[in-house]
């Protein structure tokens, strides 16, 4: 049997089961295992354990992404924006559910794709959507987000739904309610197993957080709110750590003891500790609030750039690079490099953030690094994947 595509044949894959194909416009494609289409008039619907994908065919190859923001915003005003641009929306609702909305080209015809689901699940829907969109019967969209200027991206200046990304951050970033100075989660520790604490430590600036936080008592010995907080760090199923480097110097990090449905999850730097239990199910919602990655930087399928990896941290001479988004961003003063592991855990997190720029992937050979450009949602679906996937056990 031979696909007729725009009136030209197509041979399909060799193994593609035809009780299985969908078509959308131009875009035919074939539903994945454990997933139910349902078709409607130019719409197909894939469904599977609570998560739904909807693709549509529509006219334009994009959207304003702050109107599709503040739509959701206005029902869900602790919306964490992940990335805003024409070609893709994502959104991470309150409730612990994703909206992702991404547009592909099948020749001169566009189709809008859509899923929505847990937050656990979200990685599974977007390995779907790539495999649509990678597949032998559509295009990638040619409209690419690099050339956007910042000012007309959802979440840069000038946008009209900047202040409402900056409220869901701002609010994620809440769920964290102690706080006080660095080294705070260091200082309970020490004080836990002392009944009396030398005057010195109490009066010291930590000492006083503490106590003034209602965690240590006025021998400085942990209260019972003080001992509940700490509770989960004792025997927890797994210990998350993420580092962020700049300069080869640790400047904030990231922590979470993993016990029985809930996590302590301690946050330092920039002189500062945040620190609370929260339910596992926020803790996407708050560690993707901590990175800070602006929703408008994306310049996600450019070309890779391969640099001198003694050359990395330093940057004091000429870009070696005649990549145009390495050229503006080896001057830009602090990189981050995100380092982020767990006992349990199946993935790591591994990237490289330039503020203003974008967000990369980074793969060392030798004496040399390629930077391969990203995007917040990319990165935050490794994110995902790093919290929610555990390392199988060994048979």
């Known amino acids: 049997m031979i696909m007729m595509i725009r009136g030209e044949p197509t041979l399909p894959w060799p193994d593609v089961r035809w009780d299985r194909l969908a078509i959308v416009g131009n875009l035919v494609l074939e539903v994945p295992d454990d997933w139910t289409a349902i078709a409607r008039p130019g719409v197909v619907e894939l469904a599977r354990a609570g998560s739904t994908i909807t693709l549509r065919y529509v006219h334009a190859r994009g959207a304003d992404p702050a109107v599709g923001f503040a739509a959701v915003a ?153 001992a509940a907080l700490l509770r989960p760090a004792h025997g927890p199923e797994d210990l998350l750590v993420i580092e962020s480097r700049t300069r080869d110097v640790v400047t904030r990090r990231w922590r ?70 390495m050229q503006a961003a080896w001057p830009v003063r602090d990189w981050h490099t995100v380092r982020g592991w767990g006992e349990r855990r199946q993935f790591a997190v591994l990237s490289i953030v330039v503020p203003g720029i974008g967000v990369f992937d980074r793969e060392i050979d030798g004496d040399t690094v390629t930077m391969r450009p990203s995007s917040p949602a990319a990165f935050a679906r490794d994110v995902v994947r790093f919290l929610t996937v555990e390392r199988p056990d060994p048979a």
């Open 74 to 226: 206005a029902d869900d005003h602790e919306a964490l924006l992940i990335e805003g641009a024409p070609e893709r929306l994502t959104v991470l609702r309150s409730t612990g559910t994703i909206l992702d909305v991404r547009y592909g080209g099948v020749g001169s015809t566009a189709v809008r794709i859509a899923s929505r689901g847990p937050i656990d699940e979200w990685p599974l829907a977007v390995q779907v959507v790539d495999d649509v969109l990678r597949s032998r019967w559509s295009t990638a969209s040619v409209e690419r987000s690099a050339a956007i200027p910042p000012a007309d991206r959802v979440g840069g200046a000038g946008s009209t739904s900047g202040s409402a990304a900056s409220e869901g951050r701002d609010r994620a970033a809440a769920l964290l309610t102690v706080r006080g100075p660095d080294g705070l989660f260091e200082h309970l520790v020490w004080v836990e197993d002392r009944g009396v604490v030398p005057g010195r430590v109490r009066r010291s600036e930590v000492g006083t957080a503490a106590r003034a936080a209602g965690l240590t008592g006025r021998f400085g010995a942990l209260t019972s709110a003080g």
């Open 256 to 325: 979470a003891w993993l016990e029985k449905g809930s996590a302590l999850v301690v946050e330092d730097g920039d002189g500062h500790s945040a620190m609370d239990v929260i339910p596992h199910g926020q803790l996407s919602r708050e560690l993707l609030a901590w990175f800070g990655v602006d929703p408008s930087w994306v310049i996600e399928d450019e070309e890779p750039a391969t640099v001198p990896l003694a050359a990395l941290d330093d940057r004091d001479g000429p870009c070696p690079s005649e990549v145009g988004w």
